[in-house]
């Protein structure tokens, strides 16, 4: 075995295993972001958690954008639909939210 392959293989087994424990953070991530959804659809339409979820696409962003790191359509979406941070945007959010089943509905 060549020092080369040896050194390949190394690094490969560093790769997937960081790639295995991002892709677990991003599964936390896409469970926080359906939670706070449907908290607002069911519960509590509130800025707060509006500003939660800013929070959230915020870390997100840089993933996708700085990174270009592959992130299942649901993050990509939720990403686009929470790109726009200012006030009118976080009442169209809600409004989103609760009146539009679809929004973010990936069962």
């Known amino acids: 075995m060549s020092i080369k392959y040896s050194i390949l293989i190394e ?3 560093v790769f997937i295993s960081s790639r295995n ?3 677990r953070i991003l599964h936390d991530y896409e469970n926080e972001i ?3 959804v449907n908290e607002i659809k069911k ?3 509130s800025v707060e958690n509006i500003y939660k979820l800013f929070s959230i696409q915020n870390d ?3 993933l996708l954008y700085k990174y270009n790191y592959p992130l299942s359509d649901y993050l990509r979406d939720f990403i686009y ?3 726009r941070q200012d006030e009118e945007s976080v009442f169209y959010l ?3 939210i609760v009146e539009n089943k679809n929004f973010l509905n990936y069962g």
């Open 34 to 36: 359906k939670n706070i």
């Open 21 to 23: 424990q991002i892709d």
């Open 81 to 83: 639909e929470f790109d």
């Open 43 to 45: 519960h509590d339409p």
């Open 94 to 96: 809600i409004k989103e």
């Open 60 to 62: 997100l962003s840089a």
């Open 11 to 13: 690094q490969l087994e």
